[in-house]
């Protein structure tokens, strides 16, 4: 089964892990990943401490546990881009929360690219 269809057809929660030059880690709920083309995903982003992070380090771990299971996936990536405020973040939101298309632009929104380096099983090395 590909990435994708895995991702498509999974119910979970996810974390993406991040570290600043120094190696300080942070971690963060994320949604599932959208996957733009082959091995590129992206996820939206706030300005907030995983951003930041990512301008000094481009590596970071997605973790995804499926839900009721200790079953799921660690993705291991390589930022390869970014986009701030893009329109696209609207267009592949999956939540739609009420009020978020007409509320004011307070916060910018990135929407980061990444390669996918390596897939593992969340538990073993696989």
Partial sequence: MKIDEYFASRKGIGVLSTADAGGKVNAAVYGRPHFMDGDTIAFIAADRLTHANLQTNPSAVYLFQEEG??????????????????????????????GAAGREKKESRFLIYFKIDRILPLIGEG
């Fill in 69 to 98: 299971s200790h079953s799921g996936k660690r993705l291991y990536l390589t930022k390869t881009g970014e986009e701030k405020d893009s329109p696209l973040i609207d267009e592949i939101r999956r939540r739609k929360s009420e």
